[in-house]
Structure formats: C-alpha cells, structure tokens
C-alpha cells in the first residue's frame, strides 16, 4: 500500500476509535511488521504536546488550532482497512 507512507494523512474510522479522526503517519511501513506509527491530531489544550501545532483551517478537516498527540501515538496495519486518506477537500 504505497499511500500510506510518513506524512501522509489519514482518518481513521471504526474499531476502538469512534467517530472519523484525523491522524498523521510517523514512520513509513515496516519492511518485517508492514506497520506504522500513527499520531492523532487532538484539539490544544493546557496539557497538550507543544511540539507541532495545526492552525484552524490548515487542512480541512481541522476546524480548530491542533495538536498532534505524540503521548498516544500507536503502530497500525499499514494495510489496516481503517485507514482512508485525507481529502484536501473541506466537507
């Protein structure tokens, strides 16, 4: 699955994640596992990794200033069906 790379946005949808959330591909797919590490983007808040901050309507799908949540990032299938790339579209 050559779109699911480091970079590339992605949300995420079913299984333990609810509602579709934006998430962002760390690393690219494990030549051994096929896996890769995934962050969630999670709105700021006073306990929020500082790190990387998106602005409200930076991408589409952020509708409010953004952080990544490196505390919970997680590796994931890189052929995992929930992945659905990012439309540069605003919904």
């Known amino acids: 699955m050559d779109f699911v790379c480091a970079g590339r946005a ?12 934006l ?5 690219d797919p494990d030549s051994k596992t096929n896996k890769v590490i995934i962050v969630t983007v999670v709105t700021v808040r006073g306990h929020t990794d500082k790190t990387v901050t998106l602005q ?4 589409p799908f952020i ?7 490196y505390a919970n990032a997680k590796p994931m299938p890189a052929n995992a069906g929930v992945l659905r ?7």
Do not use: C, I, M, N
């Open 56 to 59: 409200a309507g930076e991408r």
């Open 63 to 69: 509708k409010y200033d953004s952080q990544l949540d």
């Open 10 to 21: 992605f949300h995420v949808t079913g299984g333990r994640v609810g509602a579709p959330h």
């Open 85 to 91: 790339p990012e439309s540069r579209r605003a919904d």
């Open 23 to 27: 998430w962002f591909v760390l690393t």
